[in-house]
């Protein structure tokens, strides 16, 4: 069951030409990582990654490191224990994996809550995922993992 957070809101439709470049960014940049970063919640086969409930529907938080979803977890008050039981999913099974959630009621992922709050449908994860490879491929003197070659 997500968990309600009243700072993650969905002003996607409010972006500036400049603020959607930065989301776009942000993306492209996730999708060069090797792992995908969740905090765990539940036990056993019944973990799920923290996800919050908005009017929308629920969201799901991705992390781009170890340390900004622990920094995040201690920040909603979870305790160190908790925010540290974190799960990394090869990115390359991410969008598959983010998809059984929608089931659920699972709407939206963004992208390192508290800072970058980069969010996204997840119906369009697999698209800016073939746009997000679509520019790598296409960036000059850069590999998979978006380090210079």
Known sequence: MPHDHDEIDDGAEEL???????????WQDAFRLEDWIFIARGVGDQVTPL????????????????????????AIGLPEEEAGFQLA?????????????????????????????????????PHVEQLALAAADDAPGEGATGEES
């Open 16 to 26: 500036t030409p400049a603020e959607e470049l930065a989301l776009q960014a942000a």
């Open 51 to 74: 996800a919050f409930e908005t009017p929308e529907g629920g969201v799901i938080a991705v992390f781009t490191s170890k340390e900004l979803a622990l920094e995040f977890g201690l």
């Open 89 to 125: 999913i090869p990115r390359t099974s991410c969008v598959e994996w983010l998809l059984q959630f929608v089931d659920d009621g699972v709407s939206a992922a963004v992208l390192d809550p508290g800072t970058t709050d980069a969010a996204v449908m997840l119906a369009a994860l």
